[in-house]
């Protein structure tokens, strides 16, 4: 991890895989066959790209309860425990339907619906990923999703992994399907005869995964396409190296191009993190994926002012931020664009990543500017309410006639003026 | 307009126009151009295709005197006026940062700051749409958003409408530009020398300002991409014919692929609403248009029950909802999607178009199941804030790390170890 100049910080914007011509071929031939041939398409995709052959795709009470009975009861209430803050997080989040009457009749206002169904893709591969399913699920069941489908795709033996289960089986989701890929995201957009059709599809996925709901969006609404994982630290000479190296190193092991970087003003600090990652490294089990993440997408940058580390944090709009200074409180206000905030010595990343409650779903590579964790807003929308007075529209007919006739729509303005037949 | 019944209903679904192969070509190219070559570039694109010839592509002073000297007080007022009622709507979904103190020393919360630029693009061509740089600019003003850039196609003569300068004026944007087309987009997206580069970017266009949204969607954020404008109407047998039929064709005018239904269950209303649509028509100065979108997208559905009526609307998902019945209020908590619901008689649509408050930019094309009136939640962006407390860490270390170890993250587990040092 090299220590650099604010002036040397290059952008971290990696760009984001877009897929190849080939690939985004057959994804969209995928959803073709999907949409006309159903459950017999997805049927012979899960075959040829998950090696399983599976009769049903849909988990059976069997396989929930095998799933239950295989991993401890000690690790199951951590999970409930993680379950209920996660809710009561976002149950906070939640908005109302408010409307404003004015003294001549008229209402307006905004009336809040939740979507009908939404659907949660959880990856699959060697990790299993519960906590993925609690941050993708909770806020729909939140915002009052009446049905939430969830799918994954089977290992060759055509099962899936028991902590995501366990996880479905805690929050009560009981609609979770074996398929994977590009397949599983049409079935979610379209429906087949046994998978449902949702709304709304979130939640991470390899590259078909991600060009699959790239190609529904518009039928079906989708959440941001998440690129790899980010932590910005933002401290002063108060940080201990040996925790801030550690929280680093969280970040770095997710992936080869995850990135890590310190922003502090204090040299000592910044000398003693590079010494520390360099030692740490070494045990981790995923230690090739973290060194060469670091190597890539690692920094320390080393600033002049407090106020040049601050712009920097904000240049870099980090997806997770951890502020360990003397006053964190303080600095929140100058903060402009960050996925998560930690605030002091013991918000150490991974607290936000499972259990503290807050969603771990985040805009990453410099989204941060314009979009926000995921939320239970992402699953309601808004109507505006329009209910106008009889008196209101006597007293600004003309004026809404006029507007209309001058953006040149005559029949918007007789649409309104008819009305005064009634009090002629 | 045919009367139907509701098993008759074809989906109103349009496809979505995606482009030609030809103009996506076209477009990734004007994008690449303006993002190296800057102002130069969009000099080219807007000498090729909007034919003028600039020298500065800002808005002057003098453009401004002009063109607010060229209208007559009467409608400066009006547009003053529609200004301050859709300004008051949006103050009102302002949201506001929040946080949860825990006693054990936690406090977790919601921090909410407004995107730093918003550009919006306010399409050209013969009408003037003063009403559109409202409903664009304002919620972006009301969340705070610093710069707002306003872009706009110059005609020949290198002018832009004096209603459209007029409203710029009105809510004080100083940064206009007239620039077009997909080079407009790119010019917001990327910056170029004179036109500051911005994190969202709303408003309608033609189809190769929807195909270049489409491109830099992910650098900067977007709004939907809008179809053609639609209007249903719920009503029974106390709505006047004529009203509904001004009502229908006030959206049938916009554009032949509109689409203007009325649902009801009296066929005495079907019946005169058929008649007065066909009156109605034929004195329209957009009659052409008018006619075709009535015969393509036109229906009245004739339901056996008020019930099933309602189940239609829910499945059209509207943008505009009238409601005319005898107590439409009543109707509201059935109505699950819907973009714009207007209630009673006095309620007609262009009052919500252009003066009434709420926003114009509304879901299309079915996509109120999932999407909402453009707001001033779509100009601010949330950050989670996780302040954990030492006791909170102390108690849950060991859970957060055992989690960290089931998803194979052995880096995260570490890092929240390492806190314990502090309390040996």
């Known amino acids: 991890m090299k220590i650099i100049n604010k002036s040397d910080l290059k952008s971290l914007r990696r760009s984001v895989d877009q897929g190849t011509e080939e690939q985004r071929k057959s994804v969209q031939d995928i959803i073709a066959q999907v949409k006309t041939r159903g459950d017999e398409a997805v049927k012979e995709y899960t075959e040829r790209f998950d090696q399983a052959s599976l009769e049903t795709f849909k988990v059976s009470k069997e396989e929930f309860e095998q799933a239950y009975a295989s991993l401890d009861g000690a690790f199951v209430q951590i999970l409930q425990e993680a379950a209920d803050n996660i809710r009561a997080f976002h149950e906070k989040q939640k908005t109302t339907s408010w409307f404003d009457s004015s003294e001549d009749g008229t209402l307006l206002g905004q009336k809040i619906t939740p979507i009908d169904a939404a659907g949660v893709y959880v990856p699959g591969g060697t990790a299993a990923y519960p906590s993925s399913v609690f941050m993708n699920v909770i806020p729909a069941q939140v915002a009052g999703v009446e049905r939430v489908v969830m799918v994954t795709p089977p290992g060759k033996d055509g ?3 028991d902590g995501v289960l366990l996880a479905a089986q805690i929050l009560g989701v009981e609609d979770v399907f074996k398929v994977g ?12 005869e046994t998978i449902p059709s949702v709304d709304k599809i979130t939640g991470p996925g390899n590259v078909f995964v991600a060009l699959a709901k790239r190609e529904v969006f518009g039928d079906v609404d989708i959440d941001m396409i998440a690129g790899p994982s980010e932590i910005a630290i933002l401290a002063d000479e108060t940080a201990r190296a040996e925790e801030i190296a550690a ?12 990135s890590s970087v310190l922003v502090t003003t204090s040299e000592r600090l910044a000398k003693a993190v590079e010494k520390e990652v360099q030692s740490q490294l070494d045990s981790l089990p995923r ?5 060469k993440s670091v190597e890539d997408y690692g ?19 980090p997806e997770h931020l951890e502020i360990v200074s003397e006053d964190p409180f303080q600095e929140l206000g100058k903060i402009k664009h960050a ?13 936000g990543d499972y259990f503290a409650g807050p969603n771990h779903v985040l805009p990453t590579n410099g989204t941060a500017r314009f979009s926000s964790p995921l939320n239970v807003d992402d699953f309601v929308k808004k109507s505006s309410v329009i209910s106008y007075s009889r008196q209101a529209l006597e007293t600004n007919v003309d004026k809404i006639a006029r507007f209309a006739r001058l953006e040149g729509l005559e029949a918007h303005a007789r649409a309104v003026e008819t009305r005064k037949e009634r009090w002629k």
Chains 1, 2 share one sequence.
Request: charged share 20%.
């Open 159 to 161: 099962k899936v992994p």
């Open 181 to 192: 890929g590009a397949q599983a995201i049409a079935a979610l957009a379209y429906g087949t």
């Open 247 to 258: 929280d680093l190193l969280s970040q770095a092991e997710h992936d080869a191009r995850s």
């Open 287 to 291: 230690a090739d994926i973290a060194r």
């Open 299 to 317: 920094m320390i940058a080393l600033c002049e002012t407090w106020a040049e580390a601050v712009d920097t944090i904000n240049e870099i709009a």
């Open 339 to 351: 996925g998560a905030i930690f605030l002091g010595p013991y918000s150490s990343e991974p607290v």
